[in-house]
Each structure stands twice: as structure tokens, then as C-alpha cells.
Antibody, heavy 114, light 110 residues
Framework: QVQLVESGGGVVQPGGSLRLSCAAS?????MHWVRQAPGKGLEWVAF????????YYADSVKGRFTISRDNSKNTLYLQVINLRPEDTAVYYC??????????WGQGTLVTVSS | QSALTQPPSASGSPGQSVTISCTGT?????????VSWYQQHPGKAPKLIIY???NWPSGVPDRFSGSKSGNTASLTVSGLQPDDEADYYC??????????FGGGTRLTVL
């Protein structure tokens, strides 16, 4: 049973920062962050290989978001800075290779609002 | 990068078949056999139902099938059931080492 549990979401002011976490079982895989704005579609955010050797980002978040992982703690992170209202979304932690997502967490809501 | 193009809605009666398209470019859908499809019920996380154009993850019924021609991939749901009513998203690996999703299609079972 694959378990992915996100945490760290909340309400933050524009320009603020957050660190999202994802506790995962079976952590020897590549991992993604995918977000979904309220009432909107899925948007891929970032990917990190199983050993952290490569990281890839969507253009919309490059330079503001950083994906990382601690394999000793089976935990995935997403550090987000300089948040904008358009970053408001449910952020899903997800497991898979770079070509697809196999399993999804339940998501954590980030709201950017003053 | 713009999302892959999907029709916003599709519908069919129980027992019928419905096909949802997903159009990209030669830099994504047309360039690789790495198209996946996901089902998302309201308030739930998405679930992978097709990967690498036409393959099923364990536990997914073969009523769901995928195909691709050129820059367009398709998902066909056969023998529609009430529980198939959901949002469906395609995704594709891209030439820039990213994953690109479609805008989503809401499937209604009449």
C-alpha cells in the first residue's frame, strides 16, 4: 500500500514563503509535485529523481520553488518563496518516473491572500 | 508551455462508449509514447488509469483503453457505468524533460 501524506499548507500573504512536506512509504522512486487551483485542472510543478540527482521544474515556478528530498526520513519537500495569488492551489505529492505519475497523495491546500 | 488540448466535456448513456481526445505537438504527445490518463472524482485525488499510451495499471478494468495517432491521444471508456462520471486528464512527457497535463474533460453519464 503506497502512502503519501502531505502537510505544511495554509494561508500565506503574497510574497510570503512556505515549506510543504510529504511523508512517503516506498520512497525509492522519483517524486513529483502537482498542483490544482480551485475548480481548475492539474498543473505539473516539479520532479526529483529517486536519488536527488536531477530536478526539473515547470517554467511557471522556476526560480521560486525548490524540490528536495531526505531519503533517510522518507520525506519529500517543496520550498516555495515569493508566493503569488495565482499559486493558490491544492498541492499534491505524487510518486512516479519523469514520464508519468503512478500514485497521488490527498493534497494540501495553499492559499495566497492578504 | 500551454496545456494539452482536451474537450471540456463529454457524455454518454450507461453501456455506451465515449472517446476523449488529447492533442499536443511533436514535442510531447507526438514525440513519445509517454501519454498517461488519470481519473479524478470530485474532492478526490487523481488516479492513474492508462500509461504509455495503452497500458493498464493493476486493478484498472479493460473498459478503459488508450491509443495515439500523430499528435493526438485518445481515451475510450466502454460500457459506461455511473461511477465513470468524473474528470479525466491526459499527460505527456515533453522534449524539455517536463510533464504536461491536459486541461481536463468532465465526463457525464446520462
Amino acid at each position: 500500500q503506497v502512502q503519501l501524506v502531505e502537510s505544511g499548507g495554509g494561508v500565506v500573504q503574497p510574497g510570503g514563503s512556505l515549506r510543504l512536506s510529504c511523508a512517503a512509504s516506498g520512497f525509492t522512486y522519483g517524486m513529483h509535485w502537482v498542483r490544482q487551483a480551485p475548480g481548475k485542472g492539474l498543473e505539473w510543478v516539479a520532479f526529483i529523481r529517486h536519488d536527488g540527482s536531477d530536478k526539473y521544474y515547470a517554467d511557471s515556478v522556476k526560480g521560486r520553488f525548490t524540490i528536495s528530498r531526505d531519503n533517510s526520513k522518507n520525506t519529500l519537500y517543496l520550498q516555495v518563496i515569493n508566493l503569488r495569488p495565482e499559486d493558490t492551489a491544492v498541492y499534491y505529492c505524487a510518486r512516479g518516473g519523469l514520464t508519468r505519475v503512478d500514485y497521488w497523495g490527498q493534497g494540501t491546500l495553499v492559499t495566497v491572500s492578504s | 508551455q500551454s496545456a494539452l488540448t482536451q474537450p471540456p466535456s463529454a457524455s454518454g448513456s450507461p453501456g455506451q462508449s465515449v472517446t476523449i481526445s488529447c492533442t499536443g505537438t511533436s514535442s510531447d504527445v507526438g514525440g513519445y509514447n509517454y501519454v498517461s490518463w488519470y481519473q479524478q472524482h470530485p474532492g478526490k485525488a487523481p488516479k492513474l488509469i492508462i500509461y504509455e499510451v495503452s497500458n493498464w495499471p493493476s486493478g484498472v478494468p479493460d473498459r478503459f483503453s488508450g491509443s495515439k495517432s500523430g499528435n493526438t491521444a485518445s481515451l475510450t471508456v466502454s460500457g459506461l457505468q455511473p461511477d465513470d462520471e468524473a474528470d479525466y486528464y491526459c499527460s505527456s512527457y515533453t522534449v524539455t524533460n517536463t510533464l504536461l497535463f491536459g486541461g481536463g474533460t468532465r465526463l457525464t453519464v446520462l
